[in-house]
């Protein structure tokens, strides 16, 4: 088994390394340097037809690919510490946490990332992708918007309750946020003290 | 557990009747009117802040939200037949295969939608949300683009091998297209057949 990755400050390979890193399980890096567009390699479309990272390369040649997938096949192979959860209530809402955190604040910063952030401006016009300035700048604003939404539903320690695969993917995001200039709110004070508990474990530094 | 619930062409509740038929599952309905908006009333609010259906009541009467969450936790109480893989490969093929269909083909219809549909203009106007047309078709002409990468990726008779929960939330999201003006392009044949297969099914009319 070994993991095509990414270093920082990429957020998806970093979850799969930080899931890792909470198991206990040693995955072999395989470096994927997206800045020399190594993912777009008929090389590394041959393992991922999206040709992105991560993407896990099984024993048996085949490749898994999506951070939370290949994070749920590790969780199948090594169940323990439960980082999904335990019961089905948890296991709903564990899922529940990381579809709202991908959708309400991955989604748009992904947008503001590719259609605003001068760091992909060149590769847009290199490839002539049109940029839509005015819904980057939007997505934005929406994504401080559900920072402060986030911090809101904070009700414990915790995203789900206990600590979770959430947890680390909230992590991811909220990194990248402050990375691409979308820093944490001042006021946002519950976020701001779970970003300071999640970032303490060690996982974080994976 | 009851099930707050829209009729077609929502496509997010359908997943979850999809899934409890697939199941045998009788799940109660209850209605929450989308043109009425009353899934953004204050009591639909206090079961999901994000004012959103499908949400699950539980007899418990805390709520779980997020459609494919709420298929997690049907399936943890009900584990036959196995809609989530049962190997760690398949468990991570399956969510792969949701991710994928959702992230490329869901995010750009619901962008389409949202800001360009003549539907939605009403609602965007008496709310004073910007649309962002040229976005809005940039996403259309990226959502048929994705419906033929996802013939491409048709390697068998079923997204991820066997029949799963990712040909499910694929239908409600082929299904939707189609709803909006994106049909599935002719010469996606493959994608065709399997639309076939899968409407064919008893759960596609739940």
Same mark, same amino acid.
């Given at each position: ?48 037809? *999206?040709?992105?990272?991560?993407? #896990? %390369?099984?024993? @048996? /040649?085949?490749?898994? $690919? !999506? ?73 934005? *604003?929406?994504?401080?918007?559900? #920072? %402060?939404?986030? @911090? /809101?539903?904070?009700? $414990? !320690? ?49």
């Amino acid at each position: 088994m070994k993991l095509y990755n990414e270093n920082m400050p990429a957020p998806n390979p970093r979850r799969v390394r930080m899931f890792a890193a909470e198991k206990g399980i040693s995955l072999p890096l395989v470096r994927v340097e997206l800045a020399k567009r190594e993912h777009k390699s008929a090389e590394h479309l041959a393992r991922n037809a *999206l040709g992105q990272v991560p993407t #896990l %390369e099984l024993d @048996d /040649g085949s490749t898994i $690919s !999506e951070s939370v997938s290949i994070c749920r096949y590790l969780e199948a192979l090594y169940p323990a510490p439960p980082l999904f959860g335990r019961t089905p209530k948890e296991i709903g809402l564990v899922d529940m946490w990381i579809r709202r955190v991908e959708l309400q604040l991955g989604v748009p910063l992904g947008a503001y990332w590719i259609n605003c952030h001068p760091y992909t401006e060149p590769y847009a016009k290199a490839m002539g992708i049109t940029r839509f300035g005015d819904y980057g700048e939007a997505s934005r *604003l929406r994504a401080i918007d559900r #920072l %402060e939404w986030l @911090d /809101g539903q904070l009700e $414990s !320690e915790f995203l789900a309750g206990d600590f979770s695969a959430a947890d680390l993917i909230a992590l991811s995001l909220v990194d990248f946020a402050a990375f691409i200039g979308i820093a944490i709110p001042e006021r946002a004070t519950r976020l701001r003290a779970w970003h300071e508990r999640v970032s303490k474990r060690p996982s974080a530094s994976a």
